[in-house]
């Protein structure tokens, strides 16, 4: 038998000594056994063959190696190197059992990376309390590499959370200053978001690979759908009656105009999966489901699913939002006329899943109008000087 193992009740796991006792001598072997027999919290693992004390070591995970010295085939100052080179084993304490007390050995197992020299059998006290220092020695320095690794982690996710909070601030801060130009849209960009993330939560329940991660870009993503108005002409972006088709024209440019912005943010941020999806909103969101949008003329599932939600949300806000030139529609009117283009202007999905979740979705921008309606003048009352 190469290995055996036995093991006595345990205590707390920082003072659990697990020992790996490799020696060629069964006679060597069962005498420690029996030392720690009569120890509670020491397990005892026995390995007699050099060449398989390796991987017994990193499949066992000792808190203390017991090495003899000399072994048939193989040299015990070898193994301790080779104990130190392999990540699972690399910092276990480790015993060099010899059979003489040499200086020039002893120097050699510590220059090998040995923690400890003792000759073979010592009493049992002395053992004992080798192995127990060595293995509460090498639990500390577990817990506190631990420790260290906790804190690192808790360092870059506190550094990262506030680095993503500061571009998503900026983010939305961009697209109200776009906003801003156009001064009959209100809170627009809070509805938009809002009426997103209802869908996209709707939409999960038969698309589970939109995670909470996916659902908040989304949210953030969709204030930009409109960031490429910045280069339209206030003559054309502000002008209160109907659009000439040349007029037209130029007002249709501004989701190329948004995608290009992103675009150059994003080549510096490529790996910014919530900068990819505003870039897709901005460029598609005017897209159809029948392929007769604007920019691009894409069709179905060619068009984002992030662009389609938004492409719903925002259409639903300006039919039920109030214009100079045209008053606000109730809401289920507004229903009716994005149902009518449900597998025409709209995905199919994403039109059923605004159904299915109604009157959530009504809820979730209402509070922003209440908000808008708040801030109108009262008729008939003067501000305050």
Known sequence: MSEQATATPTTDAHEQAVVLLVDDQLIIGEAVRRIL????GMKFHFCQKADEAIAAAARIGPSVILQ?????????LELVTRYRAQDATADIPIIVLSSKEEGETKAKAFANGANDYVVK???????????????????????????????RLRVIAERRAESVNARNTLIFALAKLAESRDTDTGQHL?????YSRVLAEQLRVTLPE??????????????LHDIGKVGIPDGVLLKPGKLTAEERAVIERHPTIGADALSAILARQPDDELLRMAK????????????AGYPERLSSDKIPLEARIVSVADVYDALTSKRVYKPALPHGEAIKIITSGRGSQFDPVVVDALLRCEIVFQLAGSQFHDEEAAQQPVPGNKEPS
């Open 37 to 40: 027999a009569t120890q509670l």
């Open 68 to 76: 003899d010295l000399v072994m048939p085939g193989a040299d015990g």
């Open 121 to 151: 059998l010592p009493d049992a006290a002395e053992l004992l309390a080798r192995i127990r220092y060595h293995s509460r020695a090498y639990h500390a320095q577990k817990q506190a590499k631990a420790l260290a690794e906790s804190e």
């Open 190 to 194: 809070e509805r938009i978001a809002a």
């Open 210 to 223: 939109l995670t909470d991660e996916w659902i908040l870009n989304l949210q953030l993503a969709s204030s």
């Open 280 to 291: 897709n909103i901005a460029a598609s969101h005017h897209e159809r489901w029948d392929g």
